[in-house]
């Protein structure tokens, strides 16, 4: 299928022509499906001008992250607009997804109004059920509480929390909040403690997602990408069959498959980010206006039955 | 009075060009510190006891100072253009970072 990358659990990885075009890749959204215990990404452009047709009857779900509603510099001076874009774009998918996932940097500066503003824009999406994690731009100035308030009601600790659908078991991490000077994202004891936990009594066939503001494996330290505990994390999900972590913050689609984990990051609804070490600091990235909706995304998942595979499908905004 | 007026008026013009040449991302002003590219320049300023030093954020994503000691200097999360400014009142050596951007380091020495 054209744009589509398999993940290989018995291989190495994917393949360098599609690492390279995952790169370059940027849209507004991604469908997540699972099936047969396989975890399967669409581009929403496909699968809405029907290029790629999710399996019926899997779980399909779909991640959108760092909307920074509130930003208002030229890299994006309508993140409303862009957001709402991807949240038409998930409207328009045959099938419905069970959920969204959103992997933090609701807001920009943790205002009241933002979080206002996104509720309100979430509220015209079809799917209804939204599970939060947060981003470092959500817990200014107050250590998260407003956004615990807010969004994390069923949670433990700083916002972390589990649950299951479908028989997948979906973890939702902290790590944005306690970092130490000098240091990456951070999860902290009691949350690992909590983790350990939390997966101690699931078989090892249950297909994992994990989903985290700050991405759990080293992107690039110089620039803060990467979480200083994360071995820690993923040493207790080593025993799992399918274990997929998805991530945000740096606004650009990532992938690596290390064993039995597969890692992706999302592409922002708000505004690029350089490639790692391709500018002088992980600022807003400004592209021409024609250009801005080609570089924002979304991410849909899809599990497969058979195969231990997961496939990426690139899906901007606007091509 | 003619003479106060005309130092008045010079004052004035110093502090127009140390304004300008601060956002032209020329040389901080002395005592400022400014954060530009995710960056705090000059990482390190070295200033005597009673000066107050004030950060300015120059990018368009917030950024903080905290000291390393979480205590000391605790600023909140300051947008673009926002400054900060904080009074060093004891000899010594402030080591702080950014809590938003913890790989962001800086250190302001009291002498």
């Known amino acids: 299928m054209r744009g589509e990358i398999i993940y290989d659990h018995n291989h190495d990885g994917i393949d360098r022509r599609g690492f390279l075009k995952c790169m370059a890749w940027a849209g507004t959204g991604v469908l997540w499906t699972v099936y047969g215990g396989v975890l399967k990404s669409y581009g929403l452009d496909k699968v809405i001008s029907g290029q790629a047709a999710p399996a019926k009857g899997a779980l399909s779900f779909v991640q959108i992250s760092d909307s920074h509603i509130g930003f208002s510099k030229e890299a994006n001076k309508d993140v409303v607009g862009t957001l709402q874009v991807a949240i038409d774009r998930i409207n328009a998918l045959p099938t419905p997804p069970a959920f969204l996932l959103h992997t933090g940097d609701l807001s920009h500066l943790s205002k009241a109004g933002e979080f206002d503003t996104l509720d309100q824009v979430l509220k015209g999406c079809k799917a209804k059920d939204v599970h939060y994690v947060p981003g470092e731009h959500d817990v200014l100035n107050d250590n998260g509480k407003q956004y615990l308030a807010r969004y994390g009601k069923q949670a433990r600790g700083d916002g972390w929390y589990s649950f299951d659908y479908n028989g997948v078991h979906f973890v939702g991490l902290v790590n944005v909040l306690n970092l130490k000077a000098g240091g990456l994202g951070s999860l902290g004891h009691n949350q690992l403690e909590w983790l350990e936990d939390d997966v101690k009594g699931l078989g090892s066939d249950t297909p994992i997602v994990v989903f985290a503001h700050i991405p759990l494996w080293t992107v690039y330290p110089d620039w803060g990408w990467g979480t200083d505990d994360s071995a820690q994390a993923l040493s207790y999900l080593k025993r799992f069959g399918s274990v997929t972590v998805l991530n945000g913050h740096i606004h650009q689609t990532m992938q690596k498959v290390e064993g039995n984990i597969a890692f992706h990051t999302a592409m922002s609804t708000a505004f690029p980010q350089p490639a790692p070490g391709t500018a002088t600091s992980p600022g807003p990235m400004k592209v021409p206006a024609e250009k801005l909706r080609s570089v924002l995304g979304i991410t849909d998942v899809n599990y497969v039955q058979g195969k231990s595979s997961l496939a990426i499908i690139d899906s901007p905004l606007a091509s | ?111």
């Open chain 2, 1 to 111: 009075m003619k003479k106060t007026r005309l130092s008045y008026g010079i004052a004035a013009l110093l502090l127009s060009l140390a304004v300008h040449g601060s956002i032209a991302g020329q040389k901080p002003a002395p005592n400022e510190v400014t954060i530009d590219n995710f960056s705090y320049k000059p990482q390190t300023l070295t200033v005597s006891v009673g000066t107050t030093v004030t950060w300015i954020n120059r990018d368009d994503i917030p950024h903080t100072v905290l000291s390393t000691d979480k205590t000391t200097i605790v600023s909140p999360a300051l947008d673009t253009d926002e400054k900060f400014s904080y009074t060093f009142t004891a000899a010594g050596t402030n080591d702080y970072y950014c809590s938003v951007h913890p790989h962001m380091k800086g250190r302001i020495i009291v002498q």
